[in-house]
């Protein structure tokens, strides 16, 4: 029996291994079709149309979305934090939980691994990626706003499932269409919600924890490869993790505003310390970026085909970072007290720039900085799987082990609220496939899945969940750009009322209910800004 069983326990492995293998296969064959050859496609040219269509809005009047959002709130601090509406958010509460759910593990090992395999070009192309995500992110926040409703608690509604659903299959013999489409979205946003937003997060949160505070703690293994101290500290982070997401959006936005702002200004702050220290070779890092944008880096070699595999990375890395064209954050910028849908869409505008073109770029200086990249050729020094202590190794370079340490935490609180954030994606998601109710029950699921991830000791669930965004990513496009006329619509409409001061009706909702009840609001609104505007003017005079 001895020998049967060994036999047995075999076969078992082999079978194991071959399923493993074959998933692996699988799953690389879907995202190289829905990344590579579909979904950066339609990404990138989504973002350009938009951008055109839109006429640049995001160059031309970048006075206007700057001091609407972060900008304005040194000036209208109250106005834009004010809150009072049952289900819903403020709007930098809004803005601080989809920054929540965007500025995770991707802003630090995401950017690493991206010029790791693609070089320090592919910097570039997640700016070009964020330049033009910029006006996706809009596009998809207007969309959300002007097609969101209650639901049965009160609690606004919204997302690509509804502008799928209400917008796209609005159009004639378009019904089942936006349906199938927008069914399609939530179950992927479901199943990316566990992976990208939490199991993914947590397992990053538990080997960098593990590997800067507990490197000498010997608790032994529960079973297999996992650890008693990983179990441990998914525990803590499951019941941390509870105590939140289980309060809902209001408990999540509130968290999120306190700890967002603390922790993206301590990394920049800890990252601008590390790149003044290197400030004598900034001009060859910002060389090295441009020239291997376009031309291919002595390691690597092989000529267009890595070219491309640069942008690929650049564009890929930018989309993982800053999420504009997933449709994910829109779910949360759909509960915003906001009325007018630009004005939504111009915090999205800021969450890529925030995203991307700060945290991104400060990552992309300090690994830079890091020695591991040779910025005259573009090698990198690092062994495989490396990338991930690339930041790490440059803040040790400055502060000594008290580096490594900060950016364990640094990783610790973006990963942490990304899970935060994504649980309210998700939520909403399976509220539109299964209900309120049901939503809640997914909560509760979802929360039990982080002990989970600290147990992971494979990187597929992580693959998997990146097929998942590109799939999610499909759909959510597919609708944005059916609904360009809409989206032309909204902006000209907002533009020819709030910055040509033409005397127009707003647009506020395809719910002409809706739309009633927030134009006196906006009314109410225009007014005081207008009595704001007439006193400047004696103050000044």
Not at 24 to 52: C, D, M, P, Q, R
Not at 99 to 118: E, M, P, Q
Not at 511 to 524: L, M, T, Y
Request: contains cysteine; aromatic residues 12%.
């Amino acid at each position: 029996m001895g020998l049967l069983g060994l036999i047995s326990e075999a076969a078992e492995q082999a079978a194991e291994k071959d399923f493993v293998t074959q998933l692996t296969e699988v799953n690389n064959a879907i995202n190289n079709f829905a990344w590579e050859k579909l979904g950066l496609v339609l990404l990138i040219g989504a973002g350009i149309i938009l951008t055109i269509c839109t006429k640049f809005f995001q160059v031309s009047h970048i006075k206007e979305w700057w001091m609407r959002t972060i900008g304005g709130m040194f000036k209208r601090k109250s106005k834009v934090r004010k809150n009072k509406e049952h289900g819903s958010v403020s709007q930098f509460q809004a803005l601080c939980t989809a920054l929540a759910a965007t500025i995770g593990t991707g802003n630090i090992a995401g950017v690493a691994s991206a010029i790791c395999i693609g070089g320090p070009g592919a910097v570039f192309w997640m700016w070009i990626a964020a330049f033009f995500g910029m006006m996706t992110n809009f596009s998809e926040n207007i969309l959300g706003i002007y097609y969101r409703r209650k639901n049965k608690e009160g609690e606004w509604s919204g997302g690509p499932m509804y502008y799928l659903r209400d917008g796209l299959g609005g159009y004639k013999h378009c019904k089942w269409v936006g349906r199938i489409l927008a069914g399609l979205f939530a179950v992927f946003a479901v199943l990316a919600s566990f992976g990208i937003g939490n199991m993914g997060q947590i397992n990053k949160i538990v080997i960098n924890l593990d590997n800067a505070f507990l490197s000498n703690v010997d608790l032994g293994y529960a079973f297999g490869d996992v650890k008693w101290t990983s179990i441990i500290i998914g525990g803590v982070l499951m019941v941390l993790g509870g105590l939140i997401i289980l309060g809902g959006l209001k408990r999540i936005a509130s968290f999120a505003e306190k700890v967002v702002p603390f922790m993206a200004v301590a990394y920049i702050i800890g990252c601008i310390v590390v790149i003044c220290v290197h400030i004598t070779v900034i001009g060859d890092m910002f060389a090295a970026i441009f020239k291997f944008a376009f031309t291919v880096p002595a390691v690597i070699g092989g000529g267009a085909g890595i070219a491309i595999k640069t942008m690929v990375q650049g564009f890929k890395r930018g989309v993982f970072s800053n999420e504009a064209g997933l449709g994910s954050s829109v779910m949360v910028h759909s509960a915003s007290n906001v009325r007018e849908p630009v004005k939504q869409g111009m915090w999205g505008i800021f969450e890529v720039f925030a995203d991307t073109f700060v945290v991104c770029t400060m990552t992309a200086l300090v690994v830079l900085s890091s020695g591991k990249i040779d910025l005259a050729t573009g090698a990198v020094n690092v062994a495989e799987g490396g990338d991930a202590t690339l930041v790490a190794d440059a803040f040790g370079n400055v502060f000594g082990p008290g580096g490594s340490i900060f950016v364990s935490v640094a990783i610790l609180l973006f990963a942490f609220t990304t899970v935060v954030g994504w649980s309210h994606y998700g939520s909403k998601a399976f509220e539109y496939l299964f209900g309120v109710k049901a939503a809640k029950f997914y909560k509760a699921f979802f929360v039990v899945m982080i002990i989970s991830g600290a147990m992971m000791t494979s990187s597929l669930a992580w693959d998997i969940s990146d097929t998942f965004n590109a799939l999610m990513m499909i759909p959510n496009l597919i609708g944005v750009l059916s609904m360009l006329p809409v989206v032309i619509k909204l902006t000209k409409n907002y533009v020819d009322r709030r910055i040509k001061h033409k005397d127009v009706a707003p647009m506020l909702s395809y719910d002409a209910a809706i739309e009633a009840e927030h134009a006196k609001d906006v009314e109410e609104e225009m007014r005081e800004e207008a009595e704001e505007a007439k006193a400047k003017v004696k103050v000044k005079q």
